[in-house]
């Protein structure tokens, strides 16, 4: 689910959330959602930005 270039392709065709649910099974319906079509941005980048950045929502 968190391969680099996997997670691209299927967050560009929008397909993230359905492909997890149908072929992870394990997972359950309220620990994958469309959140997860973006990544946390490490406080770091945001401590370093000007004008301040923010967070990605849910992060």
Known sequence: ??????WFD???TGKLVER???YNP???GQS????HN???IPQ???DL???KMTQNPGY
């Not at 689910?1 to 996997?6: I, L, P, Q, S, T």
């Open 32 to 35: 994958i959602s469309a959140i």
């Open 38 to 40: 973006l990544r946390p």
């Open 20 to 22: 997890v649910k149908k």
């Open 10 to 12: 299927l967050k560009r």
């Open 26 to 28: 394990w997972v359950k």
């Open 44 to 46: 770091g980048e945001i």
């Open 1 to 6: 689910m968190g391969e680099y270039n996997r």
């Open 49 to 51: 930005s000007y004008p």
